[in-house]
């Protein structure tokens, strides 16, 4: 293949072991990554499942220990769902969006909106936990960065993904809930315009199609692969991104 | 590296012509692989861009031959718009869903929610055209899939892609408006589960990562690349497939 031929690699690591509370997720990456013999270079996207960095950091709840409260009750039993459950999608939510059809469609406190604020039940302490996404998962990211930065001297962004299900089209994608070390959207000025008559200006949430193709990855196989990292992709760097950048404001958005 | 670490290529395809109204764009696609020495494979993904097949296509339309109708001249009033852009995006339409602050978004006649029914104003015949989706991207992929089985002897799969906005998130990202040869969405039974606890059921519109994927290389180069391929993503193959089984039913969805 002609070496001008551009290309992008998405390589799933394999062989981490199951995350626990307190874990350096960096330093396990970076494990992993010589393991393989995979080179870390400048300019490499890491994307994290969200679950392994709510698990290090702790953000994981017992059912058995919560006390719903009335207003959970009630919205349980509207919708269907167990009230401990609805009790901490509304301790994670800053509103409820839509409600109805057995589904609780919220924003996190982060800005995101999404099904459950994003409470995940599966494969967590057998059901009977469940994980909530990071207190802040710009950060989270940005940890994570400068842990690789100080084990390997690299300049890497990281991207900490989730699955989130979305208006008008079934299916959920991949999307990026934490971003470090790049813009989240990439601006292109007239950039698809030959012809340079209509100076279009489009923005591309490029952080989260980078999201779906790690996913593609993540999810495919049987194995469990958390963590993948992506090669080839010119990113613009930034210390400022962050994954809340995508947000809308409510405001600005016809949906709401 | 390892060859048991998995790993998906997203590969940019430079050097094709610019296409005009009855290109075969299969054929072009074919003598584009072979003068860049990509051998293509059985389980492939060939990702091309809209807007090359509309123009194959013929689906072109020149503004000032667009007479717009008493209704699209009040809409462009409301929203600012030009009239007869509003007059082809309401051809296009099977309904109007949300409407202001300058954004018309309708239902495509295909079923999907997006900004303007997907007109495309750039880049065509210098601003004074624009593009609309293939009638039936569906088939479209179905016939560059047929085509490129003819002449390679090679079971690809083809998505025809197109950037969507879409509500709460800033940004657009590409999605799938037409998939031929697997299936779009990937179910995933308790997959997740190590404990095999609790059993949920996923699913995910693979075909909408795969088109973000390909943006990624798309969307990165000032050079024009409206055509990518994917290789080493194992989809699960099928001819029914469809673009719009990934549109949500308008009865099911808490956002219409």
Chains 1, 2 share one sequence.
Request: charged share 30%; proline share 5%; glycine share 8%.
């Amino acid at each position: 293949m002609g070496s001008q031929v551009p290309e992008i690699r998405i390589i799933g690591l394999t062989g981490l072991p199951l995350i626990k509370k307190g874990d350096n997720i960096a330093e396990l990456i970076v494990e992993a990554t010589k393991k393989l013999n995979i080179g870390i270079e400048d300019g490499d996207i890491v994307i994290v499942c969200q679950k392994i960095v709510s698990k290090a950091e702790g953000r994981v709840f017992r059912l058995d220990e919560v006390k719903p409260s009335p207003f959970a009750e009630e919205i349980a039993k509207w919708l269907e769902k167990d009230p401990r459950l609805v009790e901490i999608i509304l301790r994670e939510a800053r509103g409820i969006v839509r409600m109805g059809d057995h589904h609780l469609i919220t924003q996190t406190k982060h800005g995101f909106v999404c099904a459950n604020s994003a409470v995940d039940r599966s494969n967590v302490n057998g059901g009977k936990s469940v994980t909530t996404l990071p207190v802040d998962p710009d950060e989270s990211a940005r940890r994570i960065r400068g842990e690789i930065k100080r084990l390997t001297g690299r300049d890497v962004a990281v991207i900490i993904s989730d699955t989130h299900g979305r208006p008008f089209r079934k299916g959920a994608i991949n999307v990026a809930v934490g971003v470090a070390g790049m813009k989240p959207i990439r601006r292109d000025v007239g950039k698809e315009d030959l012809f340079s008559y209509v100076l279009k200006t489009t923005y591309v949430a490029v952080a989260d199609e980078l999201a779906s193709a790690a996913e593609l990855i993540m999810g495919q196989s049987s194995e469990r692969i958390p963590v993948v990292i992506i090669k080839g992709y010119r990113f613009e760097p930034s210390e400022e991104g962050r994954a809340t950048d995508i947000v809308r404001p409510m405001e600005k958005d016809l949906f709401y």
